[in-house]
């Protein structure tokens, strides 16, 4: 049977990603005195506005501050409400185990998803008790598997961590350890067209050697780019959207929720 020519699909597949929740376990927890699930809500209400189409929801870390099954809960039953499918991958701040548990029996930490013309692949990069990120082995054979696997669909790699130096000296170290072992993998698969993340919160767009390098804002509070120390701005939080057409092309843009007023407390405990 001939296979078919995903090319010619008429309309792209539009994806919505959400990151950096920091949800807590208990509905009042605070980040610098944002409540996290509250400005989840606006930002959900933001997407629900302007996305009127959603074929997949990619939920990129830390979607937990303490790695509580109530906060899972929370960010499954808030993001419930864009009535999309959904894929989860692990922060630094995630439990790993616990997400796993709550997903059970539901396809929310699938690591390999296809879509039309498209494979995305969720990359688990959280090493316990630690902030930085590393891609481990069997990580980097799902992620091999995967694109050795997908034939003509093109490619979309997310996991938490960032991979590429993003100017901020702070969190330089606590980005992907291993990075060069990740673009090692990819080098040898040009139907790699892009890569996502989250842990940055703040938005990054860039191309190497042709692949788009994306991230995005947190749902709650935002750190100041290109700062040396940590330093947040106050920004409101927001959401990416991405248009993944046929031909391999990338439309995404951010969007923030206008409507939420940031009121930070530097007094309050730190991130």
């Known amino acids: 049977m001939p296979q078919p ?13 959400l990151t950096d929740a920091h949800l807590f376990a ?4 605070t980040l610098l005195g944002m409540n996290t699930r509250d400005s989840l809500r606006h930002v959900v209400e933001q997407v629900r506005r302007e996305q009127r189409r959603i074929d997949l929801l ?8 303490d790695g509580s099954v109530a906060s899972y809960e929370a960010f499954r039953q808030l993001s419930a409400s864009l009535g999309a499918p959904s894929r989860w991958l692990p922060g630094n ?6 997400m796993a548990e709550v997903a059970q029996g539901s396809d929310l930490v699938q690591a390999v ?83 996502l993340w989250g ?27 290109r700062s040396e120390d940590f330093q947040v701005s106050e920004e ?6 991405l248009r993944l057409h046929g031909d391999g092309r990338v439309e995404t843009g951010v969007e923030r929720a206008r409507d939420f007023e940031v009121k930070l407390d530097f007094d309050s405990p730190g991130y």
């Open 113 to 195: 998803t296809d879509l039309g013309a498209w494979r995305i692949v969720m990359l688990n990069s959280n090493v316990p008790d630690a902030t930085h990120g590393w891609l481990a082995e069997d990580q980097l054979a799902i992620l091999d598997q995967a694109l050795a696997g997908a034939g003509e669909r093109h490619c979309l790699v997310c996991l938490h961590h960032q991979p590429v130096d993003i100017g901020c000296a702070w969190i330089a170290p606590i980005g992907l350890r291993n990075a060069d072992e990740l673009w090692a993998c990819l080098r040898g698969y040009p139907q790699v067209k892009a890569v």
């Open 93 to 98: 701040h995630d439990e790993a185990r616990v």
């Open 236 to 241: 409101q939080p927001g959401y990416r959207w």
């Open 199 to 225: 842990h940055i919160h703040q938005p990054w767009d860039e191309r190497r050697d042709g692949v788009r390098l994306l991230a995005t804002p947190s749902t709650c509070i935002q750190f100041a780019a």
């Open 5 to 17: 020519n995903h090319a010619q699909d008429p309309a792209p597949l539009h994806v919505v990603q």
């Open 26 to 29: 208990t509905p009042g927890g």
């Open 58 to 65: 990619l939920c990129t870390g830390d979607l937990s501050q």
